[in-house]
């Protein structure tokens, strides 16, 4: 089974522009959350979708926003960038049968490195 | 209340013994503790993950102690190998979570032929 894939893997942006990072789960699998890791702050959690709808967020401003599609596929967009958006974002999926709140076991994604001139 | 405190930051342990990493928590509502290992360019990769009603769990070299009444838990990785030099993150999240991790700081491991 393939595991959960995203792109691109690498991105340079500058300052003001925006982003849209993708992510596939893995087969069968409903749920995607989306985390930002840098070496300052660690990894943060920024939302949870499951079946199309976001569950979760976590304290990111307004720039930061996300969507899931009826394939499970999620993209991920952060507008008007600022220099601090340079992170590491990883994607996580993870099989869940019903829409209960509890914490399934996620698998992520090798990350998109997000650089921000 | 909702962080959880890793440590040490990083660690270096010779060939064959027995690396420990700690975490520490404020929040008792917490109900999912898992730890995720990272090699250089490569997402988090689950290792092992417990809940508060067990208090010790093992998966080969592997074994998560959970001490409710300290609110710590540790992972313990035993015959340490250099293969297992990554960077090591424990994690807690809430019931009702929707997934939520709210992760530790991270343990840089080096383990030395």
């Known amino acids: 089974k393939a595991g959960v894939t995203q792109t691109p893997r690498y991105l340079i942006k500058t300052r003001g522009q925006q982003v849209t990072l993708s992510c596939s789960p893995i087969?069968?699998?409903?749920?995607v959350s989306w985390y930002q890791q840098t070496p300052g702050q660690g990894l943060q959690f920024l939302f949870e979708y499951f079946s199309e709808t976001q569950r979760n967020k976590g304290n990111f401003p307004g720039r930061f926003s996300g969507r899931q599609f009826s394939n499970s596929r999620s993209e991920m967009n952060v507008s008007t960038l600022e220099l601090g958006d340079s992170a590491l974002y990883l994607c996580?999926?993870?099989?869940?049968?019903?829409?209960?709140?509890?914490?399934?076991?996620?698998?992520f994604g090798p990350g998109t490195r997000l650089t921000v001139l | 209340q909702q962080q959880v405190k890793q440590s040490p930051q990083s660690l270096i342990v010779q060939k064959g013994g027995i690396s420990i990493i700690n975490c520490a928590y404020e929040?008792?509502?917490?109900?999912?503790f898992p730890w995720y290992q990272q090699f250089p360019g490569k997402g988090p990769a689950l290792l092992i993950a417990?809940?508060?009603?067990?208090s010790e769990k093992k998966e080969g070299r592997f074994t998560i102690s959970f001490n409710k009444s300290a609110k710590q838990f540790s992972l313990h990785i035993m015959d340490s190998q250099p293969g297992d030099s990554a960077t090591y993150f424990c994690?807690?999240?809430?019931?009702?979570?929707?997934?939520?991790?709210?992760f530790g700081a991270g343990t840089r491991l080096a383990v030395h032929p």
């Open positions: 929040n008792t509502a917490f109900d999912y």
């Open positions: 994690a807690a999240s809430l019931p009702g979570g929707y997934n939520k991790l709210i």
């Open positions: 087969s069968g699998h409903r749920s």
């Open positions: 417990i809940r508060p009603d067990v």
């Open positions: 996580a999926s993870s099989y869940r049968l019903a829409a209960n709140p509890s914490t399934d076991t996620q698998y």
